[in-house]
């Protein structure tokens, strides 16, 4: 099949792009595939991070056309046109952030004007995290065009179902923590991170929705019972003068390590391996691509009770759950997990849970792009 990826690919960095490079990787072993990509993603008034650009210097295996300009309409019709002139047989679309609706709902319908690919959406999150003007009405406008979307947990459904669009949903698990390497040895970890003892890891993107506050606010709970060191991996993109500023007054420097910067994929690696517990104390989620990383890694999660982070994390199991908000009920569950030595049982039982893979990513797009009616 010839195979049209609409989303960011590297040199753009990010989850979104990661997984548009690992889902290309498997589909490119079987079928002709083109990335539409972004040649300027954020305007960098908007963008809060210090850049946009992955500086790993590996060079990629998958390549993309940058055709696509989020705040310049001319661009919008090139890659139309250019989604047209591919004659795709499926045309598979990440959707993730309402700031996009103009650019990629316009390129999808002028691509389908003279195409009769079916499209597929790939659903990261239906809502934003956070307040955004008009974003109902600006998902609802991207996502109309679709003949098939995959979602990957039931919030992200839920949502998708109130926008009332008509096309099948499908649901798929969130694909394994794929192409940040291999694990290392967690007593080198440590040593590499300049580290030692008990470790937990709060890893990604640092926003509001993410609880990193309430994180620090249990961590002085947890030092009463046990030493302790949390490891914060990530650029602050909002939140940080007030992380810093709980650090500081509550006493946490010896404790806490920050490494604030975006952190290429061959380093993901030494971060989850010098973990004992990783550390989710999210506010508001739809799903996590951080928990298919810890697990790859064998790493287990405490994650709270918010969107589909309990269908991802089995409490007792492979890691812990706990209600949001609520830094006693954080520190409780790292002391009980020390204390009762669960590691090596959740580690087990995360080596023995079935994961779904890449492959099965990419099989089930073939499979239902043979069936999916084009609107």
Known sequence: ?????????????????????????????????????????????????????????????????????????????????????????????????PFFAPCIGTTIRLAKRRSRSPIIFICHNIMPHEPFPGARSLTRFTLAPGDLYVVHSSADRRDLESLHLGGRILMAPLPSGKGFGDPIDKDVAKRGLGLSGNTLLFFGLIRRYKGLPTLLEAMPLVLRKLDCTLLIVGEFYDGKERCLNLIDRLGLAPHVKVIDRFVPDGEVSLYFSAADLVVLPYESATQSGIIPVAHAFERPVLATRVGGLPELVRDGETGLLVEPHNPPALAEAVIRFYDETMEPAFRRNIQQQPRSSWEEVARTLETVATGVPTA
């Open 1 to 97: 099949m010839r195979i049209c990826l609409i989303g960011p690919l590297y040199p753009l960095r990010g989850g979104i792009a990661h997984y548009n490079a690992q889902l290309g990787l498997e589909l490119v072993n079987r079928h002709a595939i083109t990335v539409i990509s972004f040649s300027r993603q954020y305007p960098s008034l908007l963008f809060p991070g210090r850049t946009q650009f992955d500086p790993s210097p590996v060079p990629p295996m998958l390549t993309a056309e940058p055709l696509l300009d989020s705040i310049n309409p001319l661009s919008w019709f090139q890659a139309g046109r250019r989604i047209a002139e591919l004659e795709p047989d499926l045309t598979v679309v990440h959707w993730w952030n």
